[in-house]
């Protein structure tokens, strides 16, 4: 599908012109691998970047790989297989208090945009209705299968998250079941084999306008207090790439501040933009979904000690034991101070 894109991507950056700011981008094009679970509309900014031609402006092409879900992206980036991954900083760091050698370099998105939705069957089993808050559902939400894309993933732990925070036990109380990438779950979902899914955009929306399943939670919507302000994807990289290429990492990190520039300046041109990566998708449903999305996307690729302090409070909710992980050692703002020092000025 990438491939496709690309071609999409060229056209879209004729009609977008931006300077380089100061920025020297690399002499010579340098291609970079990005690990990917599939199409996904929290990757704005990167999404932006390509699309409207900055990350060519930087010297950079990119090569989409798409391993499936967050650890596979991770591992990706950790055996240096792939160069980064816009992923959950959640399993990042997880990954990271286990001895992996991995940084995050830029902010991307500033949610967690993803919804449980539960079949028609599910719902009356467990009597939870749309429109429930998150401590109704969560007090009904049982004997189900939902499915997540990997154990440990941000879809598993957002889910039992949910669970633990209001006092279930969530391996006693319903069946989690990894099934890899957004696609197979949602077709696992349509034909029955699952009750519901923690899954993105654009799927929870088809299942609604397919008549297969109801959006029950939607952390886009808020009504969930633990995840306030907690931030949730990231460009993630290998801290020995980050000292190996950090020119690289500051072009990729300088095209994508140049992108949150563009999103905040002509934000209807680069959402009917991002249509691209969404080929298959009705386009009154992307119109629906998109806005939300574009509205939680980072404006800044500084991620702060606040914003990372949240989302240890948050992890804290189902670890066992405290994250020893430090800002200073995951964060490496280098990049995104110089970045946002000259684009966002």
Do not use: C
Request: glycine fraction near 8%.
């Amino acid at each position: 599908m990438f491939v496709k894109l690309k071609m999409a991507a060229v056209a879209a950056a004729l009609t977008f012109s931006f300077g380089l700011g100061g920025w020297q981008a690399a002499a010579e094009e340098q291609t970079i691998t990005v690990a990917t679970p599939g199409a996904a509309l929290h990757f704005y900014p990167f999404y932006v970047a390509e699309a409207a031609g900055l990350f060519k402006k930087d010297g950079i092409a990119i090569q989409w790989v798409d391993v499936g879900a967050g650890s596979r992206q991770i591992a990706a980036v950790a055996s240096r297989s792939a160069d980064f991954a816009v992923v959950g900083m959640q399993p990042s760091i997880s990954a990271r208090e286990n001895g992996a050698d991995l940084v995050a370099v830029s902010g991307l998105f500033n949610a967690y945009p993803i919804q449980l939705v539960l079949s028609k069957a599910a719902m009356e089993k467990t009597g939870i209705t749309a429109g429930m808050g998150i401590d109704d559902v969560v007090s009904r939400l049982k004997n189900v299968t939902i499915a997540v894309t990997g154990i440990g993933s941000t879809t598993d732990v957002l889910l039992r998250s949910w669970l633990v925070k209001r006092g279930v036990k969530p391996d006693e109380a319903i069946t989690i079941q990894p099934l890899g990438n957004p696609g197979a779950m949602f077709a696992a979902f349509e034909q029955g084999a699952i009750d519901g899914v923690m899954l993105g955009a654009p799927w929870p929306e088809k299942a609604e306008a397919d008549g297969v399943g109801t959006i029950i939670v939607d952390p886009l919507k808020g009504g969930i207090p633990e995840l306030e302000g907690v931030p949730y994807t990231a460009i993630i990289a290998a801290g020995s790439l980050v000292k190996e290429k950090p020119e690289v990492v500051g072009s990729v990190v300088h095209a994508l501040t140049e992108a949150m520039k563009l999103t905040a300046a002509e934000p209807d041109k680069v959402g009917e933009m991002l249509k691209s990566y969404f080929p298959d998708t009705d386009e009154a449903i992307y119109k629906a979904f998109e806005p939300r999305y574009r509205g939680k996307s980072s404006a800044t690729p500084v991620i702060s000690k606040e914003e990372y302090q949240k989302l240890l409070d948050w992890i804290s909710i189902t670890s066992d034991k405290p994250v020893t992980v430090t800002f200073e050692q995951f964060v490496d703002n280098q990049f995104a101070d110089k970045a946002a020092a000259e684009v966002l000025k």
